[in-house]
């Protein structure tokens, strides 16, 4: 065993430690706690030395796969390149230093800059004001149908408890409509992968509240119909919600305000540059159209007379409160970063890039892996498989072998329309010598599957850990080192 195999708890030697803390600065000694509050024995932690901690860390960390180390296709997720420099801004102290309860007089700047990024996004999208305030996009995805709501009981009109969701819907879209309240109606896609209106029409009455979307949609194809769909939805009085996951090939190009849509959320950490790996950190900021201001979530940004920007927290129509402040800044602030930095027309090349990158792999491999629809798409396509299904290599078996090629595995199993789907996206930033990297290891794992089946079938074989029992892992998680010391790990 390597040094840097050891796991931390491993390297522990009793007595060592790395670490003399100062005196406490308090005229009482923290020995002189309340009788109750202090500990009864030393918590069993490791027992290392400053260098021992640093090189584990250090180890661990080179271990970690990410954009910064490499390609990260990751469909429906736009794992894009995040810029140095909005890095560099989002620590300025004058930004780092700041504190959610510093009255509005201390801050005027960050709230211009709220205000002028809320317009940005307004021009992006074509709605007439964003609040900042959600947190992630599943949370904007809430905030929106909660707006939508209170559109609808404050015109009176409580029956509208249904919200249509096509098939092809990101999995948050139902889940967030049936926080809500919600009844989750499904309308059915064409073979051609794009909502049936023929299959919407009954489904519209005066119990709908609305439908969600995504356009371009999961399989990366965009809703042709949508002006279409629009008309109906709004014939029946039901209203228009876009999932921005997939805001990024639009950028600059279409606009969803344009398309009919009354409410959207974006993914700040998807379209506008901060990577989300890892479960975090998030910013789903909510666009309404005029109609819909009103009901936007408190607080919201107000100027007064002298222009001097404040806090309002007192909105009769307000659908709420939804977060403790106004938003995750760190994201806000990247995201403004990144707008301010491309200007109006880099904007526009974004789309259009993601898009070519994504055909151009989609082409590449479609003699290889089964394309179950073969038009053109946006910026993320779906292969059901490889070609060749003699062998029984799986979507899995293909995403464990990438990882020893040093490639991130792309989406897999989802959307559910395909039985082995594998969902790929390339983000604008990526070079051709990538992408033809990928390719060339997409291939050269096909002809594997055909002649040396096993040897994708047991991959990873290069990676720090090999094959999990991800069953086991998910029923029986080891949490902390103590219960690893304990349990019987082969």
Not at 117 to 124: N, V
Not at 222 to 241: M, P, Q, R
Not at 382 to 411: C, M, N
Not at 457 to 474: M, T
Request: proline share 6%; charged share 20%.
């Amino acid at each position: 065993m390597k040094y840097y195999d050891k796991l931390i708890f491993e390297l522990s030697k009793e007595g060592r430690k790395g670490y003399t803390l100062p005196a406490n600065g308090w005229e009482t000694s923290l020995d002189e706690l309340p009788e109750g509050l202090g500990r009864k024995a030393a918590p069993a932690l490791p027992q290392v030395s400053e260098p021992d901690v640093v090189r584990h860390y250090t180890n661990l960390s080179q271990m970690n796969f990410g954009v910064d180390s490499g390609f990260y296709p990751l469909g429906s997720c736009t794992m894009k390149y995040n810029p140095r420099i909005s890095e560099e801004i989002a620590s300025m102290q004058d930004f780092a230093g700041l504190h959610p309860l510093q009255p509005a007089s201390s801050v005027q700047g960050v709230l211009r800059l709220y205000k002028e990024l809320s317009e940005a996004l307004s021009a992006i999208t074509g709605m007439a004001e964003f609040t900042l305030n959600p947190f992630a996009g599943a949370h904007g995805e809430l905030t929106g149908l909660m707006i939508m709501r209170s559109y609808h009981i404050a015109r009176g009109d409580y029956g509208r408890t249904r919200i249509i969701v096509p098939d092809s819907a990101h999995g948050t879209n139902p889940a967030s409509a049936a926080v809500c309240g919600l009844e989750v109606v499904q309308v059915k896609s064409r073979a051609d992968g794009l909502v049936d209106v023929e299959d919407l029409r009954p489904l519209l009455d005066e119990t709908v509240a609305g439908i969600m979307m995504t356009n371009p949609n999961t399989l990366g194809l965009f809703e042709k119909d949508i002006k279409e769909i629009a008309s109906l939805v709004h014939g029946c009085g039901g209203l228009l919600y876009y999932d921005g996951a997939n805001m990024n090939p639009l950028l600059g190009v279409v606009r969803p305000g344009d398309m009919g849509f009354d409410v959207m959320h974006l993914n700040l950490h998807k379209t506008f540059s901060t990577p989300h790996g890892g479960g975090g950190p998030g910013a789903g900021p909510v666009g309404v159209a005029a109609h819909l201001v009103p009901y936007l979530p408190v607080p919201r940004i107000v100027a007064d007379e002298d222009g001097q920007l404040g806090l309002d927290d007192d909105s009769a129509d307000a659908c709420g409160r939804i977060s403790g402040f106004m938003g995750n800044f760190g994201v806000l602030l990247r995201a403004y970063a990144y707008i301010l930095m491309l200007g109006r027309q880099n904007v526009r090349m974004a789309g259009p890039l993601a898009v070519l990158g994504a055909n151009y792999i989609k082409e590449s491999l479609r003699d290889c892996y089964r394309l179950p629809i073969s038009s053109v798409c946006k910026h993320e396509f779906v292969f059901d498989g490889l070609a060749d299904q003699e062998s029984g290599v799986t979507t899995l078996d293909v995403a464990k072998r990438l990882l020893d090629y040093g490639f991130h595995a792309p989406t897999i199993y989802f959307p559910l329309l395909f039985h082995q789907s594998i969902m790929i996206e390339p983000t604008e930033t990526e070079s051709k010598e990538t992408l033809d990297s990928f390719i060339e290891v997409m291939r050269k794992i096909a002809a594997e599957s055909a002649s040396e089946p096993e040897l994708v079938k047991s991959a990873p074989h290069s990676s720090p850990v090999g094959r999990l029992d991800e069953v086991r892992a998910a029923r029986q998680p080891v949490l902390t080192y103590r219960d690893y010391i304990d349990c019987s790990v082969k």
